[in-house]
C-alpha cells in the first residue's frame, strides 16, 4: 500500500510540474500575463519541482 500511495505522489508531482511549465512558458512568450509576483511564484515552485522530479528520476529519493 505504502508503494502505491507513493507511485500516486510522484505522478501528482509530475503532473504539477507539467502545469506549472506550461504557465511558466505561455508568460515568458508573452502569450498572456500573470501579475509580478503570481509569475515569480509559478517560476519558484516549477524549479522546485524540477529539482525533486531530477533526484527522483536519478534514483536518490
Request: avoid cysteine; glycine fraction near 4%.
Amino acid at each position: 500500500m505504502a508503494m502505491r500511495t507513493t507511485n500516486m505522489f510522484w505522478n501528482i508531482l509530475y503532473a504539477v510540474l507539467v502545469v506549472l511549465v506550461i504557465l511558466a512558458l505561455l508568460q515568458l512568450l508573452g502569450i498572456f500575463s500573470f501579475s509580478v509576483a503570481l509569475a515569480n511564484f509559478i517560476y519558484i515552485v516549477a524549479v522546485v519541482v524540477l529539482v525533486l522530479a531530477v533526484i527522483h528520476w536519478a534514483g536518490l529519493i
